[in-house]
T-cell receptor
């Protein structure tokens, strides 16, 4: 089964600053990887996904993530934070057992 | 498609009562997941189905919890009897093989 670790439960950034959320997975076989965003009182919405092919994946709202097999990482970035990016972000991995496992989540706050 | 539909959106019940949460997955999806979200434990996978068959229920916390999927368009999660510590947001998600999971809006359960 997959294990997903998100480093940092809270991240605070200034508006316009870089957003960097870290995610590592544990697996001998690269899984399919996802980043989801959750706004208050909402369900989870897909930001982006990595399945195969290009390791730099672009998603919605200006986010992107890079799959690095050597580091078993899938960090999420956005060059310039916007107030609307304040939310909780979850990294997830889909293993060979088709079980979708989530990290603990990272709450992002954006300072004006 | 209207997406994954969960009902009710909110449920308040007294300790000891039976609670049934409902989910209608996206048509054509053959995987269905039930998650529980709390502040303390984050997103926990309770059980998931493939083609209406339960594949892994190791996340179901106790025998008080049960889940069924009588057909491809409907699933239930039942708690009997309910306890205050069951208070959480319960999410249903569905997917096709090797694709992202689509989440419902969740059911906020409060057991008093």
């Amino acid at each position: 089964a997959q294990s997903v670790t998100q480093l940092g439960s809270h991240v605070s950034v200034s508006e316009g600053a870089l957003v960097l959320l870290r995610c590592n997975y544990s697996s001998s076989v690269p899984p399919y990887l996802f980043w989801y965003v959750q706004y208050p009182n909402q369900g989870l919405q897909l930001l982006l996904k990595y399945t195969t092919g290009a390791t730099l994946v672009k998603g919605i709202n200006g986010f992107e993530a890079e799959f690095k097999k050597s580091e078993t990482s899938f960090h999420l970035t956005k060059p310039s934070a916007h107030m609307s990016d304040a939310a909780e972000y979850f990294c997830a991995a889909l293993g060979n057992d088709y079980k979708l496992s989530f990290g603990a989540g990272t709450t992002v706050t954006v300072r004006a | 498609d209207a997406g994954v539909i969960q009902s009710p959106r909110h449920e308040v019940t007294e300790m000891g009562q039976e609670v049934t949460l409902r989910c209608k997955p996206i048509s054509g999806h053959d995987y269905l997941f039930w998650y529980r979200q709390t502040m303390m434990r984050g997103l926990e996978l309770l059980i998931y189905f493939n083609n209406n068959v339960p594949i892994d229920d190791s996340g179901m916390p106790e025998d008080r919890f049960s889940a069924k999927m009588p057909n491809a368009s409907f699933s239930t999660l039942k708690i009997q009897p309910s306890e205050p510590r069951d208070s959480a947001v319960y999410f249903c998600a569905s997917s096709s093989i090797n694709t992202e999971a689509f989440f419902g809006q969740g059911t906020r359960l409060t057991v008093v």
